[in-house]
């Protein structure tokens, strides 16, 4: 069973900036996901061994997702966050594995 660890997370105003990273052991394809109260896993990022990249609707153009491929992490860099952006943040294969990682918090609140 693989574990992720993801990290970066934290409390950040409206339009603030926050990177996260994760370890992912080589796996790929391999997406950022998040989870907000309530609400099933979504996800907002993918990027395959290639490095193509998927990106939701909603964070298009203010979110970048990037691997290191010598390193086995990945990382989501965030900007312009906004308060609908607070959730819990994963890592995971894409499609994800049943099995998550206890997640980074990412709250967006002034």
């Known amino acids: 069973q693989v574990h992720f660890a993801e990290s970066g997370g934290g409390l950040v105003q409206p339009v603030g900036s926050l990177r996260l990273s994760c370890t992912i052991f080589?796996?790929?394809?391999v997406g950022w996901y998040r989870q907000a109260p309530g609400k099933q896993h979504e996800l907002v990022a993918s990027i395959t061994d290639g490095g193509s990249t998927n990106y939701a609707d909603s964070v298009k153009g203010r979110f970048t997702i990037s691997r290191d491929n010598a390193k086995n992490t990945l990382n989501l860099q965030m900007n312009s966050l906004k308060p609908e952006d607070t959730a819990v943040y994963y890592c995971?294969?894409?499609?994800?594995?049943?099995?998550w990682g206890q997640g980074t918090q990412v709250t967006v609140s002034s």
């Open positions: 995971n294969r894409d499609p994800p594995w049943p099995s």
């Open positions: 080589s796996i790929k394809p």
